[in-house]
């Protein structure tokens, strides 16, 4: 039996009758910039994740790139984060000019810890002339960018308590978390800006690359959208300089599509995962393999379903030969990536993150997967623990 880590062929089927009569008036009309799906998928997603306001972008890449651009996030300043996270998160904040403070992460969530954020401020921080600065480094701490991993949102309630008790904004990086919750809010209602990912592997997947930004205060929105037009208002009017983050309106009307069915594909999700629970229980292996934790009060939409596993490289091996799919998120944490190395940060600095990255393996959960399928999957695991 074989069952990939993701096949979107059969979700396809499901909504090709619809997008493609749409794709092809798109086609006819020849405008596939800035148009009226984009506009429709800007208010389309805002209102889903409890928003006023839609950006759409090329990437959830430059939607995070966008959204320090937008806040005056650069050179002299620094962002904490996660260093356990896909590399959008710190590559961006590098790309902008400012130094990303990598701090761990939750073991139970994979998520950043605030505990960890508390700890340093009170002890590598001082406020000088009112703003928040970085005693080794002098730098400004400008902002925290929180990542909502695996379809999970950050704990946000006491993230967002020292944000505001020390002037920083709030960027939440939700690129696998449209539609999570957190005691009743949406992923991307929290902060400043929300930053969504359509990559194609998503739990709402373009047909290639594209992104959005979600904000609440209609300034900001304002100058996200010009940014994202190389900061022209009107054309050929420059005064920001900004970038060329447009969606396309191909993607946008693929995601309108899409946008429909997305909470039955994440109930499937959540079924799936549900019964993965209840395989793996049944085959002994609850003390062996640590399955997912849902915090309380919350939707976890399970963009990955992540376990830990003893001798993880030998069981993803293992589970290849059975024909099963696996990805390792994330393999080296971004403290620890070489291009990181002028951080002067070292192994040990981020023990969770690390372990994270030692014990993580992602298995297939997406909706269209049927039961014998997941089975194959929990005896696949079951043998190989048997086996020793």
């Known amino acids: 039996m074989q069952v990939p880590l993701l096949d979107l062929k059969l979700q396809y089927q499901s909504f090709k009758a619809e997008l493609l009569p749409l794709l092809e008036s798109i086609c006819e009309s020849q405008a596939f910039i800035l148009g009226p799906q984009v506009t429709a998928l800007?208010?389309?997603?805002?209102?889903?994740?409890?928003?006023?306001?839609?950006?759409?972008?090329?990437?959830?890449?430059?939607?995070?790139?966008?959204?320090?651009?937008?806040?005056?996030?650069?050179?002299?300043?620094?962002?904490?984060?996660?260093?356990?996270?896909?590399?959008?998160?710190?590559?961006?904040?590098?790309?902008?000019?400012?130094?990303?403070?990598?701090?761990?992460?939750?073991?139970?969530?994979?998520?950043?810890?605030?505990?960890?954020?508390?700890?340093?401020?009170?002890?590598?921080?001082?406020?000088?002339?009112?703003?928040?600065?970085?005693?080794?480094?002098?730098?400004?701490?400008?902002?925290?960018?929180?990542?909502?991993?695996?379809?999970?949102?950050?704990?946000?309630?006491?993230?967002?308590?020292?944000?505001?008790?020390?002037?920083?904004?709030?960027?939440?990086?939700?690129?696998?978390?449209?539609?999570?919750?957190?005691?009743?809010?949406?992923?991307?209602?929290?902060?400043?800006?929300?930053?969504?990912?359509f990559f194609p592997s998503k739990n709402l997947g373009a047909f290639g690359d594209a992104g959005l930004c979600t904000a609440r205060d209609p300034e900001l929105a304002e100058k996200l959208r010009v940014l994202r037009v190389h900061g022209g208002k009107p054309k050929y009017y420059h005064s920001m300089i900004g970038g060329n983050f447009r969606i396309d309106e191909l993607q946008a009307a693929v995601l309108n599509v899409k946008l429909k069915h997305l909470d039955g594909w994440t109930e499937g999700r959540q079924r799936n995962a549900a019964i993965y629970r209840e395989l793996f229980e049944r085959a002994g292996l609850a003390s062996t393999v640590t399955l997912p934790y849902e915090m309380p009060n919350s939707r976890h939409i399970y963009n990955q379903f992540v376990?830990?596993?003893?001798?993880?490289?030998?069981?993803?091996?293992?589970?290849?030969?059975?024909?099963?799919g696996t990805e390792i998120y994330y393999p080296v944490p971004l403290h620890l990536q070489q291009c990181f190395a002028y951080l002067g940060m070292k192994s040990g600095d981020c023990p969770e993150s690390e372990r994270a990255a030692r014990e993580t393996l992602a298995l297939p959960v997406y909706g269209e997967l049927t039961r014998g399928q997941l089975e194959h999957v929990v005896d696949s695991i079951a043998r190989f623990y048997r086996a020793g």
Request: hydrophobic letters at 40%; proline letters at 5%; aromatic letters at 6%.
């Open 42 to 197: 800007e208010a389309a997603v805002a209102k889903y994740s409890d928003c006023e306001f839609g950006i759409g972008v090329s990437s959830g890449t430059d939607a995070l790139l966008l959204a320090l651009m937008g806040l005056d996030v650069g050179p002299g300043d620094e962002v904490i984060t996660s260093p356990y996270t896909f590399f959008a998160t710190g590559g961006t904040i590098a790309r902008a000019g400012a130094r990303p403070v990598y701090l761990d992460i939750e073991p139970s969530t994979y998520n950043l810890s605030p505990v960890a954020v508390q700890r340093f401020v009170e002890e590598s921080c001082e406020v000088r002339d009112g703003v928040l600065v970085n005693r080794a480094t002098g730098g400004r701490i400008r902002a925290l960018m929180p990542v909502h991993l695996y379809g999970q949102c950050a704990d946000m309630k006491p993230l967002l308590e020292i944000a505001k008790r020390h002037g920083l904004a709030v960027i939440e990086d939700a690129a696998q978390a449209i539609g999570s919750e957190y005691a009743g809010a949406r992923a991307g209602s929290f902060g400043a800006v929300g930053c969504f990912s």
């Open 307 to 324: 376990i830990r596993a003893p001798e993880r490289d030998r069981l993803k091996t293992h589970l290849a030969e059975a024909g099963v």
